[in-house]
């Protein structure tokens, strides 16, 4: 067969391929006439085809979303969930040291140290520092004192020499002023603004005072004494901003020994309560004594009678609520508190476990409660992490009262906050700044 041949059988299909296109147009139209314009039976148009292919990729593509949704829904519910038990229930088995700085062995000045910012507020009879997170020194403050004493409140710290006369208040930046009192300092306070309060005294009655920030004096003082209607102050605390105080009372009443819980308002609306008392509890105590008070944040704030805890409100600032009073019947052998979260531990006997460690939310609600036997020297606690430590180990709980770390320190400690990273810790004693790095 040549070439011809071919190329003429292919002109001929071809042009059967035209009549049989062409024949089947003139009986779907009835106009053969008119090629141009065709239409189909069943009432089925080209449109029609486009849109059913264009629904169904939207529905394929709708389905292939929604499955991507699901996976992604339970990869974010399965990390939760895996982030919620490491948080609560993992527990570290080792450690090693991020950083260390050496202080200086001779210093027989060291008094201690108070959380500062991320960091630490060191205090001695010759000066003041305050370490960064990174245990380098951001400021140094000299001063001479025979019995150092502190005080801290978010960004503000005051530094007292006891039963002397001087009071240094600094904030993060370095030391803002100096107080000068003409009587004996028994005890201090420091708001969040740098308003410093403090308990005098001389040989017939107490006194308490307050300052600005830059040392200067206020024109408001209390005197107490424990026969009169105030009665002898044992310990106060301000409100972070400065306009609220509580104190805890002694006075004598039908020759019995009784305590008090004490509110002053020193805000505007303060001026219209006389002497600035607003509230005053005295019948939850009996004969109990209060050795110490503490305002958590603006509203709530906490008393530790020797048997109770007591929980106040002074959202009402011209009427503070009792709201609630835990009693206690074990001897107390620790207190600490947060903005939080406030603990006791108390001492078990006749049980398994030597001691009880109970925490509660600022409103009174218990949290947790935690048998255990350790000899701890120091019971402190940072936002949700607690910290219980002797010389040679420590122990760390979460806040739902789980042990997640036990293990020991080679150097004297005297204080422990949290560090950057919730396996870090910062450890700090008089010889030694150390970064704890848990694993």
């Known amino acids: 067969m040549n070439d011809m041949d071919s190329m003429s059988r292919e002109s001929k299909k071809d042009q059967l391929r035209k009549r049989v296109i062409s024949g089947e147009n003139g009986r779907n139209t009835g106009n053969t006439g008119n090629a141009g314009n065709v239409s189909f039976s069943g009432g089925w148009t080209p449109e029609e085809d486009s849109e059913e292919i264009v629904r169904k990729a939207h529905k394929k593509v709708k389905r292939r979303h929604l499955v991507l949704l699901i996976l992604l829904l339970i990869l974010i519910g399965g990390a939760a969930g895996g982030v919620y038990w490491y948080n609560r229930y993992f527990q570290f088995e080792n450690q090693t040291v991020g950083w260390e700085r050496v202080l200086d062995r001779g ?5 201690g140290y108070k959380k500062f910012g ?3 507020l060191k205090y001695t009879k010759d000066g003041a520092s305050n370490i960064g997170s990174d245990g380098k020194d951001i400021w140094i403050q000299s001063y001479e004192m025979k019995s150092p004493i502190a005080a801290v409140n978010d960004g503000y710290a005051a530094i007292a020499d006891q039963q002397g006369n001087s009071i240094y208040i600094c904030d993060q930046s370095g030391c803002l002023g100096i107080a000068t009192t003409v009587l004996p300092i028994v005890k201090i306070t420091i708001s969040a603004k740098g308003v410093v309060a403090a308990i005098l005294e001389d040989q017939t009655a107490s006194y308490i005072y307050f300052f600005r920030k830059d040392g200067t004096e206020m024109q408001i003082s209390m005197k107490g004494v424990l026969s009169g ?13 400065g306009t609220m105080l509580t104190g805890s009372y002694m006075y004598i009443e039908d020759g019995t020994l009784r305590s008090r ?11 219209n309560a006389l002497n600035r008392f607003v509230g005053g509890f005295h019948d939850i105590y009996k004969e109990s004594i209060v ?38 019947t074990e001897e107390i052998q ?20 030597r001691q009880r460690m109970d925490v509660y939310k600022p409103n009174g609600d218990a949290v947790f409660s935690q048998e255990f036997t350790y000899d701890y020297t120091y019971a402190d606690i940072d936002g949700d992490t607690i910290f219980l430590y002797n010389e040679d180990s420590c122990r760390v709980y979460n ?39 848990l694993h």
């Open 261 to 271: 819980v004490a509110f002053y308002n020193f805000s505007e609306v303060g001026k």
């Open 107 to 111: 210093d027989g000045s060291f008094t």
């Open 291 to 328: 050795p110490r008070v503490q305002y958590l944040d603006d509203v709530y704030s906490v008393a530790f009678a020797q048997d109770s805890i007591s929980f106040f409100s002074s959202r009402d600032v011209m009427s503070p609520a009792l709201l609630k009073q835990v009693q206690v």
């Open 118 to 120: 991320n960091g630490f």
């Open 334 to 353: 620790s207190v600490f508190y947060s903005r939080d979260y406030v603990g006791v531990i108390v001492a078990q006997e006749g049980g398994e476990y």
């Open 229 to 241: 209607e105030i009665g002898y102050p044992l310990d106060i605390s301000l409100s972070p901003d």
């Open 399 to 437: 806040r739902y009262g789980n042990l997640k770390y036990e293990g020991p320190l080679d150097f004297s400690v005297s204080k422990m906050i949290k560090g950057s990273l919730p396996n870090q810790f910062l450890a700090a004693g008089p010889q030694a700044i150390k970064e704890i790095k």
